[in-house]
């Protein structure tokens, strides 16, 4: 039965990491009536990133239900469950191979879920490549105007069709605005798991934020930090910020912080970064932001996608007294919604699931751009790396237990995950650093 006759919404989460779920269950949550009761099932893709407790419980979202799967589990389970939502807050390669998996394992069912997916913040690498692959779910949301605008460009010149595309905002923002300077003011500087990648840039910014802190000692000065030495984010951090500051002298109003970014948010006076979503959190609370220009604009840290805002300035500039002021035309394209309509944001999303879950004879088959007569080079490989045949049903061996694992090979998979952080914290970099010599 159609969710607007019962005023309940199950709704289905699959996500790669601990970003990528706070993410899809706050939008899970965004996209539910105000009069509808929400049941939302977590299901956390295996690999590399799986969200440790700790990083699900600094999430602050729960769920009715939560487990692990691998990819073709959780395909399984998609045609043994009723759902009315399916969020897949996944890696572009991911969203591809579910829906060719979905599209496969629910030929011939009369109904099937509203299938969403889109971005957990600023879009600004792989514009087209990350688009066509999420390309085949029903809606597929964009974070801002701008967003959308670029959205339905890449799909309408490629003859895709575009009408998926859903602008919305962030589902994170929120909390209080700011109304003026805390007792002691605080700068908080976010850190990211891999902009920037060098030892070279994350030493400079690190030791220029204790020097922040060193001329200004009635400042509290915080480092948010994203994750814990050997868990994994949405990206791979191969140089914590914690173990850059091992051995040096930090003053004693210098502080390592983890938690709740909307908590720290609460005693901020400066949010600085190089490009990350905390700045948009920020911006929607009207914090001042400032976005790093040391290490250049560049695509490659993030940081252009804030050009015309008004954040950009310099550690230079800070130190000597510099409060930006943002761009209110910017920041109104950017999903911030710092003027009040952040409540009806996801209005228009709300609005078309509801016709899609009261469509006559229930929805279309999935219909991604991507097909193996479209892309023959390039989408075998993709599904190939989730287990799934070129028809995006499994391929022979598949790894689908029909039970939860035993103890001996939860202990395998601790151990081997373990191994493969270790390699990518440890081993690497340090191969890295020979190659270099």
């Not at 814990?228 to 390592?256: D, M, R, V």
């Not at 479209?374 to 029909?402: F, K, S």
Request: some cysteine; proline content about 7%.
């Amino acid at each position: 039965m159609p969710a607007s006759a019962t005023k309940s919404l199950r709704v289905a989460v699959l996500a790669d990491s601990d970003t990528r779920w706070k993410w899809g269950a706050l939008t899970a949550q965004r996209l539910a009536p105000a009069d509808a009761e929400i049941r939302l099932d977590g299901y956390l893709l295996r690999g590399r990133a799986t969200p440790t407790a700790r990083q699900l419980k600094e999430v602050g979202v729960r769920a009715d239900s939560l487990r692990e799967v691998t990819g073709v589990e959780f395909l399984r389970a998609m045609t043994e469950s009723s759902y009315d939502v399916l969020i897949l807050a996944l890696v572009g390669g991911g969203v591809q191979a579910m829906l060719h998996g979905l599209r496969a394992g629910w030929a011939g069912t009369v109904r099937r879920p509203v299938v969403v997916t889109g971005y957990v913040g600023v879009v600004y690498e792989k514009l087209a490549d990350g688009l066509l692959l999420r390309h085949g779910a029903d809606l597929v949301l964009a974070n801002s105007r701008h967003d959308a605008d670029r959205f339905r460009a890449v799909y309408e010149g490629v003859g895709a069709d575009a009408s998926s595309v859903t602008e919305v905002a962030l589902p994170f923002l929120g909390g209080a605005p700011y109304t003026g300077e805390h007792e002691p003011y605080t700068v908080v500087f976010a850190a990211q798991p891999s902009v920037p990648d060098s030892r070279r840039d994350r030493t400079y910014l690190l030791n220029r934020l204790i020097e922040h802190a060193r001329r200004h000692p009635e400042r509290e000065v915080l480092l948010k930090l994203r994750s814990k030495p050997g868990e994994h984010t949405t990206h791979i951090e191969e140089l914590p910020y914690q173990k850059l500051a091992q051995g040096k002298g930090l003053p004693a109003n210098f502080s390592l912080v983890y938690g709740h970014m909307g908590e720290v948010l609460d005693r901020t006076d400066l949010l600085v970064t190089v490009s990350s979503t905390a700045a948009l959190e920020a911006l929607h609370r009207r914090i001042p932001t400032v976005i790093l220009t040391d290490l250049g604009v560049r695509e490659v840290l993030g940081n252009h996608h804030f050009t015309g805002s008004g954040c950009l300035a310099s550690w230079d500039q800070l130190d000597a007294g510099h409060r930006p002021v943002a761009d209110e035309e910017w920041v109104s394209r950017q999903g911030v919604a710092a003027d009040g309509t952040y409540p009806t944001a996801f209005d228009t999303a709300r609005e078309r699931i509801a016709r899609l879950l009261d469509r006559p004879g229930g929805l279309p088959p999935l219909n991604p751009y991507y097909t193996p007569e479209t892309a023959p080079g390039y989408l075998p490989g993709i599904l190939a790396r989730h287990h799934l045949g070129p028809d995006g049903v499994p391929l022979p061996g598949a790894p689908a237990a029909d039970k939860e694992p035993g103890p001996v090979r939860q202990i395998v998979r601790r151990a081997a995950r373990g191994a493969y952080r270790h390699g990518v914290q440890r081993v690497a970099p340090v191969i890295r650093r020979m190659g270099e010599l």
